[in-house]
């Protein structure tokens, strides 16, 4: 008849006290544990998405702060573009797999190829054409690559169906006779073109600086008449490719829009993309229109720079946010990091409201627990006085009879926490579900599209991930599962309250004098 | 020689600067075999000596010694837990046990050897007390009092103890189970050979001790 045995006898013959602990362990554990269970599926959602969002980020201004300091300042700040030094420098980086960089604004002319257009009418005028009306002439905004491997393929969004990719060579040395084009099977088709074939692309300036052309019908504005200056350059199909069915968001209009995009796609070198923005510097410049325009040195030397987009490709999603945080360490003011994790601000925000809430459910429910249980205890302890001093009548230990207490509140808060682990998950699942339901579907109207969630996406971004993401599939992440974690945390937490909870109850023990309780 | 012996022993309650003697100067010794009563109306101390006694107080001054050891040097606990058997007036068992697991609490509790069959100890001892197998099942709020009583002394014997100290062990007692309990003191004074102390205000329980001694005014004196 030690110690133990005295508990479980105890626990036995005084079963009513016995139950009433069980059950208020019983219904605080419930909270706790569905609190644990909430906070766990919230990080496990969140790693989730991160997983399977495409591991892909760009650079681009942040324009948020630059009109904010605008506001602030009442002046624009200079607007630094990204060389092509700093790309590589960020591509650099250790989390970076694949990368690529091109020129952005880079519209060529053609009086020797037709743009595909999509059969469907009523996306006829989706993307604005302005040579529509033109006869013979069509434009296109060429891709300029510096990745050889052109990244498209490897992110995904298209796959090379005849031909091969570029060689360093071929993008490192452009000449304007010898010079190289990837382009799809559409356009291939419509002008039948094959590997080996070639095709002119003139890189023309028309008079539209003056305002006594900006009304002028297309085909004034864009009539030989008009040219300022051109040069033309023939480029050899190398490779040609078709658009993957993983490129597709299944909204018409955006599938519709990128498809033409795709389709009238042509890849070069990026040198021969920069010529575009060299040669038109070069040409106003002669114009004099700069100092008609009264550039300052800094602006024309600005001008004469291509801008760039940039396309990272990182190893790992979940990379995202640390890749983030060093290529921000080299950008200029105004410059940022975008990736697709912040187009999942809505949801991320509905997280981490849930989260919130489970953290200060979980404190606030580990403080009550304590204090209820010690109120408890110390009050059965009352009730069993005699008892107690009867054991230090006898001779027995304080420690032991401490370890009876010990043995009899864990035991009995053991079972109930058990019950409650599963019991406190079932309901967290149906009260955060609903919760995070609500909440999601209140926030749908801010993407520009219901059920997409894009609201702040880098168009560029889009077509690297373009399915739609609808609540309940986001939903769909958002699990409370009792996995090993979630087990191991709720039992420390639970087992670490229980024996908390004796402690002042152990503290009265310490002070009873059996002398006083039996004579 | 003594088993037990109180030395100098004084015990007071601090009263602003002056003392309230309860005990004064009490020296005396107890030995194995006899029946000792300590007589004294109420108020007069005897429980409080007993409680010196008992190792569940200190005296502010003087020595309780053991077998020639003072009790403090051998620890409060474990003298309470190895050395005495204490039979309270108001049995003091826990209601919640049955009448053998009170006993065997106290068997668990002490360090002293004894036998490996603990339970069969327990039964074999409430038997003789006077405790039958069906009763000794029982919850102790079960019993009549003076069978409660009989499971205190069981109790206070199953430690293999040589000293039995009893608080007004009759005290909650009618005239006859009172005339057993004592016998029983007896028997194990003369029979088995322990140091018996009962602390009464009987006086015909003090007729038929060895011993007498009485507590008056917090002066002790043996009674011939």
């Known amino acids: ?519 | 020689m003594s088993v037990l012996t109180a030395e100098n022993v004084n015990y007071f309650y601090q009263d602003g600067d002056s003392k309230r003697y309860i005990l004064k100067d009490i020296s005396c010794t107890f030995k194995r075999g006899t029946f000792y009563t300590i007589l004294g109306a109420s108020g007069s101390g005897k429980t409080t000596f007993l409680s010196l006694l008992s190792a569940l107080d200190k005296p502010q001054t003087g020595k309780i010694l053991y077998d020639g050891k003072d009790i403090s040097e051998l620890g409060l606990e474990s003298y309470r837990r190895n050395k005495v058997g204490i039979i309270f007036q108001a049995y003091n068992l826990v209601p919640f046990m049955t009448a053998v697991e009170n006993v065997r609490v106290a068997m668990s509790i002490t360090e002293n050897e004894l036998p490996e069959d603990q339970a069969l100890v327990a039964y074999n001892l409430l038997d003789y007390i006077g405790i039958s197998k069906e009763k000794a099942n029982r919850l102790v709020n079960q019993l009549s009092g003076g069978e409660q009583q009989r499971v205190a002394i069981a109790r206070a014997l199953a430690t293999n103890v040589d000293v039995i100290l009893a608080d007004e062990p009759t005290g909650n007692l009618n005239e006859e189970m009172e005339e057993e309990i004592v016998d029983i003191l007896k028997k194990l004074a003369h029979e088995h050979n322990k140091c018996v102390i009962v602390v009464t205000h009987s006086s015909q329980i003090a007729e038929q001790s060895d011993v007498t001694f009485k507590l008056k005014k917090g002066n002790f004196e043996r009674e011939e």
């Open chain 1, 1 to 519: 008849m030690n110690y133990l045995k005295r508990a479980m006898i105890s626990m036995k013959r005084r079963l009513g006290k016995t139950i009433i602990l069980l059950l208020l362990v019983f219904i605080l554990g419930n909270i706790i544990s569905g609190a644990i269970a909430v906070q766990q599926a919230v990080t496990n959602t969140e790693t989730n998405l991160k997983q399977n969002l495409p591991a892909v980020a760009t650079l681009e201004m942040d324009y948020e702060s630059y009109w904010a300091h605008q506001d602030a300042t009442g002046e624009w700040a200079p607007a630094e573009n990204l060389s092509s030094a700093l790309i590589e420098q960020v591509a650099a980086l250790p989390y970076v797999q694949d990368y690529d960089y091109s020129v952005m604004y880079t519209t060529f002319y053609s009086h020797d190829i037709e743009r595909w257009n999509h059969p469907d009418p009523e996306f006829e005028h989706i993307i604005w054409e302005p040579t529509k009306e033109v006869d013979g002439l069509t434009q296109f905004d060429v891709k300029g690559i510096h990745n050889p491997e052109v990244l498209d393929i490897n992110a995904g969004l298209i796959e090379l169906t005849n031909g091969r990719t570029f060689t360093e060579q071929e993008i490192n040395n452009f000449n304007q006779v010898n010079s190289f084009a990837i382009i799809s099977q559409a356009l291939a088709d419509l002008n039948n073109l094959t590997v080996g074939s070639t095709f002119v692309l003139d890189n023309t300036i028309y008079d539209e600086f003056d305002e006594s052309t900006w009304n002028l019908p297309p085909e004034e504005l864009y009539s030989v008449d008009n040219i300022l200056a051109t040069e033309s350059y023939e480029l050899e199909v190398i490779g040609i490719f078709q658009p993957l069915a993983s490129s597709r968001s299944g909204d018409e209009w955006q599938d519709a829009e990128q498809e033409i995009q795709l389709a009238n796609r042509i890849y070069v070198p990026n040198a021969l993309a920069e010529t575009h923005t060299s040669f038109r510097v070069a040409a106003i410049e002669e114009l004099g229109l700069y100092d008609d325009w009264e550039y300052t040195d800094e602006e024309l030397e600005s001008a004469k720079k291509p801008v760039y987009s940039s396309i990272f490709l990182l190893s790992d999603p979940l990379d995202l946010e640390v890749f983030a945080q060093e290529a921000n360490e080299s950008l200029p003011e105004f410059w940022m990091v975008s990736d697709l994790s912040n187009t999942f601000s809505d949801i991320a925000s509905s997280m981490e409201t849930l989260q919130w809430l489970a953290s200060l459910i979980l404190w606030i429910s580990i403080v009550a627990t304590l204090l209820i249980l010690s109120l408890l205890i110390t009050l059965f302890l009352r009730d069993r006085k005699h008892e107690i001093g009867i054991y230090l009548a006898l001779g027995e230990q304080k420690i032991k009879v401490i370890a009876q207490i010990i043995l009899e509140v864990v035991a009995t808060g053991f079972v109930a926490i058990t019950l409650s682990l599963f019991s406190g998950s079932l309901l967290a699942r149906g009260i955060s579900e609903n919760m995070l339901r609500n909440d999601l579907i209140a926030q749908q109207g801010n993407s520009w599209d219901n059920g997409i969630y894009y609201g702040d996406g880098s168009d560029q971004l889009r077509y690297y991930a373009p399915e739609e993401l609808t609540p309940e599939e986001m939903l769909e992440n958002y699990e409370i599962a009792l996995n090993g974690t979630t087990i191991i945390l709720f039992y420390s937490i639970g087992t670490g309250a229980l024996l908390l909870s004796t402690v002042v109850p152990i503290a009265y023990v310490m002070r009873l004098n059996p002398k006083k309780i039996l004579m």
